[in-house]
């Protein structure tokens, strides 16, 4: 049965499943709807929200080189351990909206920390913020059962942020663990959320 986390909450991935070989790490949102009446609604339609999820591999908890990030311009590590299904540019759908697959019995050992964060593409530009999401989750899937393992829904008000760090999996005395985190920050970009690492 899938774990509901609460923000802060740490759980092991492989204490009682050694034989957990490959994950998915699924996330979701919505945008939240906006009525539009009067004047305002003959100016057009926002654009959408196109948010970016993206993974990045830490060793020593610090970012080494930017080859050791995986988002939709580098889709794939270049260990093959980490990968990327590929961009969603609104949102829209039931499920997960973007997907990173963690082989993590590819991981090799220098690595003991997947961070994995989601921006807003151009925020700043578009004037948008997560208080104009809804539903943001980030899920963890075993991908020989296809069962969920756990759950985080942010629940929190990040009106303002541009940025959300979801969540981390890392090493710990040879097992791999998942910590949910939720902070918003007001980065920009990839770039700017890889620094913080560094």
């Given at each position: 049965m899938?774990?509901s986390?609460?923000?802060?909450?740490?759980i092991?991935l492989t204490?009682?499943?050694?034989?957990?070989?490959?994950?998915?790490?699924?996330?979701g949102w919505?945008?939240?709807?906006?009525e539009?009446?009067?004047?305002?609604?003959?100016?057009?339609?926002?654009a959408?929200?196109?948010c970016?999820?993206?993974?990045?591999?830490?060793?020593?908890?610090?970012?080494?080189?930017?080859?050791?990030i995986?988002y939709?311009g580098?889709?794939?590590h270049?260990t093959?351990?980490?990968?990327?299904?590929?961009d969603n540019?609104?949102?829209e759908?039931?499920?997960?909206?973007?997907?990173?697959?963690?082989?993590?019995k590819?991981v090799?050992?220098?690595?003991?920390?997947?961070v994995?964060?989601v921006?807003?593409f151009?925020?700043?530009?578009?004037?948008?913020?997560?208080?104009m999401?809804?539903?943001?989750?980030?899920r963890?899937?075993?991908t020989?059962t296809?069962?969920?393992?756990?759950?985080?829904?942010?629940?929190d008000?990040?009106?303002?942020?541009?940025?959300?760090?979801?969540?981390?999996v890392y090493?710990?005395?040879?097992?791999?663990?998942?910590?949910?985190?939720?902070q918003?920050?007001t980065d920009?970009?990839i770039g700017?959320?890889?620094?913080?690492y560094?």
């Amino acid at each position: 049965m899938s774990i509901s986390l609460q923000k802060g909450q740490k759980i092991s991935l492989t204490k009682d499943n050694s034989s957990l070989d490959k994950i998915i790490l699924g996330l979701g949102w919505d945008q939240a709807s906006e009525e539009k009446s009067g004047f305002f609604s003959m100016l057009g339609k926002k654009a959408n929200i196109d948010c970016d999820a993206t993974a990045m591999l830490l060793q020593n908890g610090k970012m080494i080189d930017k080859k050791d990030i995986v988002y939709f311009g580098n889709l794939k590590h270049y260990t093959n351990s980490v990968r990327h299904t590929g961009d969603n540019l609104t949102g829209e759908g039931d499920g997960d909206d973007e997907q990173i697959i963690v082989e993590l019995k590819k991981v090799p050992q220098n690595y003991d920390k997947i961070v994995i964060v989601v921006n807003i593409f151009k925020a700043k530009d578009r004037k948008q913020h997560f208080g104009m999401i809804k539903n943001a989750f980030i899920r963890l899937i075993d991908t020989k059962t296809n069962k969920e393992m756990c759950r985080y829904n942010l629940t929190d008000d990040y009106s303002g942020c541009t940025a959300l760090i979801f969540g981390e999996v890392y090493r710990h005395n040879e097992e791999w663990k998942f910590n949910a985190i939720g902070q918003g920050t007001t980065d920009d970009g990839i770039g700017e959320l890889a620094a913080r690492y560094k």
